[in-house]
């Protein structure tokens, strides 16, 4: 007998499954009914850019200290798909387990000594129950998932409650689910020692009140609570959910109880120049607005960003980022948008950027980017990804402070025209380099402009005169200089040991970089960390990085953009910078961050030459 | 190019009209474009149609691309708030703008280069989109602030100042654009006042995606022999299906014109076009005739000009988005957020 990994509500599951089977809802009712069980999960998809037929997977990480990174590694793997069998095979750990279909007798060579099987005949359970085709690709996914709580000691009757909770009201697909469920539990308790399975859940109490939401659900419903009225946008992976979010919590909480019309407009643009024109329309208008997109969008919208930027127009961008360059990978995550969100346009431009680590922070940042755009008058890109987007996270639950006004930033009114306060568009009359804007139609007479692309003077007044250029700039300059204090700080997590090393990270790094840390401090390894929560750098960081001598980077990217940026605004010693990158599409792991740092500061011996 | 300023002072006897504007008013900063552009002229038709139709120059929003034609927005309604977006994109602009308040008067100006060429594509979806706003091309064939390059809208054919014929089909604005459903369509020439004040009046009473294409002859760069874009030519060629006479609501028709010769077109806000026909067989409101009258006249060379397609009651965007009848720009908190007890809800069902 191969050994047998024994884990309790720590270990990895992870379905290999075909695109468009239906397995998503039993996966993801897996994974609910661990939480229902007080014990913490971290799920994520893993699929393929096609909508029916290709490999799709989802990855299960059980964590009772609630670790909510990747973890890395299989322990448990359900191979439904015969087309990625090997390499499923291949991915589970020594000691891990195979759970597969039984059903047709299988060659030795298609296992590994080294790992434990479970097999059960799924698809004769199956037929041997149901004659409807798609009755029984649908009931074979709650059948694996049936089986696999008796395995793993998952409570059925949580499972039951999930069920109630999904079919309330259609009782006939409620009867037909649980069914399912315990035609895979039954055949486990008939045919296998549960036993032999090491991996166990335990009731635990470590999920709080804290909520299980994606992030562009979560992100779409800051906008909403943030005011935005107007959402232009062009489908794009992985974005394209948020803007339906967006449309979904729409419907729900925007519509005038009275006459049922809608307090938003969204449209679905003709590309991602439009859906940017529309934006800036919109805000040039008074209206709260944003777009959702990906990198490929962002590269389509430099022209009219760097129009947002010179004529000082908000725009709320949110940019889920995924792989780059060009179509790149569109269904894997990465950070590699900062440079070139933060440069984005030609010319001398520089944009904010706000980096949310998980769903909550999402909603937190679409709300106050709505704020920044207009207290700035510029764009603001909220620098989310595929991580973060397009998974479930456990975070915690949304709060909205009631008292909270909407900050509409420096709108001259027509009273304030009208009792005679001087107003040039572009006059710097509160030294933050921030003007004042009317919006169209204020006045009859007064604070009418010409909104434009080429220079113009504080009045706005177009001209091409080298010192009103460079006035102009000096001020957008110092506007910039507003904005680092006004923007989310960052967060530092002191070392327990005084150190003098440190490490600097954001976004979706989150989770697994607190583990990162926990197993670093486990080696008597310190390090102060520091979580950038947006650009440009406030003081904090200036001060962080100057009172370490070492900094670690931890990016998502190939390049250590934000490390250019850092390095570009504080002008510090690159040396005393060490770039820790990951970017092979898959989310970063503690492991990863953890072996990185180590190599780092205890090189592995090299191999003495032969 | 004008140099003398205008004097800033009004003489007292200036007519005023019934929001107590003079025509002066509706007159914007002076023109930088050369003298005899069929663009300022269009300039002056529309200080005209609005000194007429009694709008407050400050509830226009003028928008427009980059171009002559997009300079020419600074040149009138000085009241009103404008934006010159970027090449071939006010169309989105001018939609989002429309989006936030739906209350204001949309007018966007626009060249051949920057609605044909490189605006194409959202010179077709906003017209898709209904967007409630006047569109106008300023129609001259040719690049002008370049320097005489052929635009999209140049006939195959027509030859170039510096002699070279165009070997690319052309593209009849007015066609893509009852084509793509705008549902106000015309076509006139800078040059013939008496047709374009009343098409725009119109338009901009209409309440939809209106466009009217306006040809205005580029006397840099072509209004030469050979062009078909020149004053000499297009007034040649111009072939008017209607006059519309705009009434601003159902008054009594004083004017008699021969029974069969009228026309008329009530619009959403009690408006009526009356159009003294001048092609018996032309009518209007009929998409197909429309299209292929557009078509015929095009083949032998004609310019058609007139109110050439109206569909007098549609929907807009608003209408279709079931938007409010408040601006969206003047919702505020209470309107907006849900507050904590919708979150306490959903909160719940996310556990």
Not at chain 1, 103 to 127: C, E, H, W, Y
Not at chain 2, 84 to 98: D, E, I, K, L
Request: hydrophobic residues 40%.
């Amino acid at each position: 007998m191969p050994k047998a990994i024994e884990a309790v509500n720590d270990f990895v599951v992870k379905f290999a499954n075909v695109n468009g089977s239906g397995s998503a809802s039993a996966n993801e009712l897996f994974a609910r009914s661990i939480l229902r069980m007080g014990v913490p999960v971290s799920p994520r998809n893993i699929f393929p850019s096609n909508i029916q037929g290709l490999p799709t997977w989802y990855e299960v990480r059980v964590t009772e200290k609630g670790y909510l990174g990747r973890r890395g590694g299989v322990d448990l793997m359900v191979a439904m798909n015969p087309q990625t069998w090997a390499e499923d095979v291949k991915e589970i750990e020594p000691g891990g387990y195979l759970f597969y279909d039984s059903t047709k007798p299988m060659p030795q060579s298609a296992f590994r000594p080294d790992i434990n099987l479970v097999g059960v005949p799924l698809t004769a359970i199956t037929n041997a129950t149901y004659t409807d085709a798609r009755q029984r690709q649908l009931f074979k996914n709650i059948i694996y998932v049936g089986a696999l709580s008796v395995l793993l000691d998952i409570d059925p009757k949580e499972i039951t409650r999930l069920f109630g909770e999904q079919f309330k009201g259609k009782e006939k697909l409620l009867d037909s689910n649980v069914k399912a469920m315990n035609l895979g539990r039954d055949w486990v308790l008939r045919h296998l020692d549960p036993t032999e399975v090491k991996l166990k859940v335990r009731r635990a109490d470590n999920v709080g009140d804290r909520i299980f939401v994606e992030g562009n659900s979560a992100t779409a419903l800051g906008c909403v609570y943030g005011g935005a009225t107007v959402c232009a946008w062009y489908p794009i992976t992985p974005s394209s959910s948020l803007a339906e979010a967006f449309q979904a919590h729409c419907k729900r909480y925007r519509h005038d109880k009275e006459t049922g019309k809608a307090k938003y407009a969204i449209v679905q643009a003709e590309d991602e120049l439009a859906s940017i024109g529309m934006v800036i329309g919109a805000a040039w208008n008074g209206a709260r607005a944003f777009t959702a997109t990906s990198g490929p969008g962002i590269s389509l919208m430099t022209e009219f960003i760097g129009l947002a930027y010179f004529a000082e127009i908000p725009a709320v961008i949110i940019n889920v980022q995924r792989g780059g360059p060009s179509t790149g990978m569109p269904t894997r995550t990465q950070q590699a948008d900062i440079l070139g969100c933060a440069l984005a346009s030609n010319g001398d431009t520089k944009h904010v950027l706000l980096f949310p680590e998980d769903p909550a922070e999402g909603f937190e940042f679409g709300a106050a980017s709505l704020d920044l755009a207009d207290r700035l008058q510029t764009p603001v890109f909220l620098m989310t990804d595929l991580d973060i987007g397009m998974n479930h996270r456990l975070c915690k639950p949304f709060h909205w402070d009631e008292s909270r006004a909407y900050d509409r930033g420096k709108v001259m009114t027509a009273e304030d025209l009208e009792a005679g306060k001087k107003f040039g568009r572009y006059l710097d009359v509160d030294d933050d380099g921030i003007p004042f804007r009317t919006y169209p139609g204020t006045h009859p007479t007064k604070g009418s402009f010409f909104t434009r692309g080429t220079t113009k003077d504080e009045f706005a007044r177009y001209s091409e005169e080298g010192p009103v250029y460079v006035r102009n700039m000096e001020r957008l300059e110092k506007k910039f200089d507003t904005a680092k204090k006004i923007v989310p700080k960052a967060i530092e997590r002191k070392a327990k040991a005084a150190t003098k090393m440190g490490v600097i990270y954001f976004g979706s790094t989150s989770p697994a970089m607190s583990e990162a840390l926990d197993q670093l401090e486990e080696k008597n390894v310190a390090l102060d960390a520091l979580r950038v929560r947006a650009f440009p750098f406030g003081q904090e960081v200036v001060d962080f990085v100057n009172s370490h001598d070492t900094v670690y980077f931890v990016e998502q990217n190939r390049d250590g953009q934000l490390r250019m940026l850092l390095i570009d605004q504080l002008g510090v010693d690159p040396n005393k910078i060490v770039a820790i990158l990951h970017y092979d599409g898959t989310p970063i792991t503690a492991r990863f961050i953890t072996r990185a740092i180590g190599d780092h500061l205890a090189p592995p011996r090299r191999m003495a030459a032969e | 190019m004008t140099y003398i300023a205008k004097p800033k002072l009004h003489h007292p006897t200036l007519l005023k009209n019934k929001a107590g504007y003079t025509r002066r008013d509706y007159d914007g900063a002076i023109s930088t474009l050369c003298a005899g552009c069929g663009h300022d002229s269009i300039s002056a038709t529309i200080v005209q149609a609005c000194f007429e139709l009694d709008i407050l120059p400050h509830r226009v929003a003028k928008l427009s691309g980059i171009g002559c034609s997009s300079k020419a927005p600074t040149y009138f309604l000085g009241g009103s708030h404008g934006f010159n977006t970027v090449h071939g994109r006010m169309p989105s602009v001018m939609t989002g703008a429309n989006l936030a308040n739906r209350d204001l008067i949309y007018l966007g100006v626009s060249g051949d280069g920057d609605s044909a060429s490189i605006g194409f594509g959202q010179f077709a979806h906003v017209m898709r989109r209904g967007v409630n706003m006047t569109y106008i091309v300023m129609n001259n064939g040719v690049y002008g602030l370049t320097k005489g390059q052929f635009s999209a809208t140049a006939d195959r054919g027509s030859v170039s100042k510096k002699g070279v014929a165009n070997s690319d089909s052309s593209i009849d604005m007015v066609s893509v654009a009852i084509l793509m459903g705008a549902t106000f369509v015309g076509r006139s020439f800078s040059g013939d006042k008496q047709q374009l004040v009343p098409l725009i009046k119109a338009a901009i009473q209409h309440r939809g995606a209106a466009f009217l294409d306006v040809i205005s002859p580029c006397v840099a760069f072509n209004n030469h022999p050979g062009s078909t874009k020149s004053y000499d030519y297009v007034r040649e060629h111009n072939e008017a299906v209607n006059r519309v006479d705009f009434i601003e609501s159902r008054a009594e028709i004083t004017t008699q014109y021969a029974p069969g010769n009228l026309q008329e077109v009530a619009q959403h806000d009690g408006s009526i076009l009356r159009l003294r026909k001048l092609d018996e067989a032309y009518d209007p409101s009929n998409k197909g005739d429309a299209l292929n009258r557009v078509q015929q006249a095009e083949a032998a060379g004609e310019v058609l000009t007139g109110l050439l397609y109206v569909e007098p009651m549609p929907n807009d965007l608003h209408a279709n988005l079931n938007t409010i009848d408040a601006p969206l720009n003047t919702l505020e908190a209470k309107d907006l957020c849900p507050g904590q007890s919708a979150l306490d809800k959903l909160n719940a069902s996310l556990r």
